[in-house]
C-alpha cells in the first residue's frame, strides 16, 4: 500500500492491483476513507468535513498526476508521490 503523499496528518495511499473505479485511500487519526479520482467525491468511509474538503482540494490540484499514478500502480507496480497540498 503505497503512500502517495502526507500533509497535516492526513496520509493518501493507493493500494496495487486495486479495483475500479480509479480511487484513493485516505486515513486521518481513526477515520478512513476512499475517494473517486474523477468525480472527487467519498466513495466509502467517513471523514470530518474539514479534512475532506483539504482532501478534495489536494486532489483537484493533483488529479492528473492521481490517474498517472493510478494505472501505473496497476500496470507497472510503480508510483510517484505527489506534493502537499501548500
Known amino acids: 500500500m503505497p503512500?502517495?503523499?502526507r500533509f497535516l496528518g492526513i496520509s493518501i495511499?493507493?493500494?496495487f492491483n486495486d479495483h475500479d473505479p480509479p480511487h484513493f485511500?485516505?486515513?486521518y487519526n481513526e477515520f478512513r476513507?476512499?475517494?473517486s479520482i474523477t468525480e472527487l467525491n467519498a466513495l466509502d468511509g467517513f471523514l470530518p468535513h474539514r479534512v475532506l474538503m483539504l482532501v478534495i482540494e489536494w486532489a483537484f490540484e493533483h488529479r492528473?498526476?492521481?490517474m498517472d499514478?493510478?494505472?501505473s500502480i496497476k500496470e507497472r507496480g510503480t508510483f510517484k508521490k505527489l506534493k502537499p497540498l501548500e
Open 69 to 71: 499514478n493510478w494505472h
Open 33 to 35: 476513507a476512499r475517494l
Open 64 to 66: 492528473d498526476e492521481l
Open 3 to 5: 503512500e502517495i503523499c
Open 13 to 15: 495511499f493507493m493500494y
Open 25 to 27: 485511500h485516505v486515513k
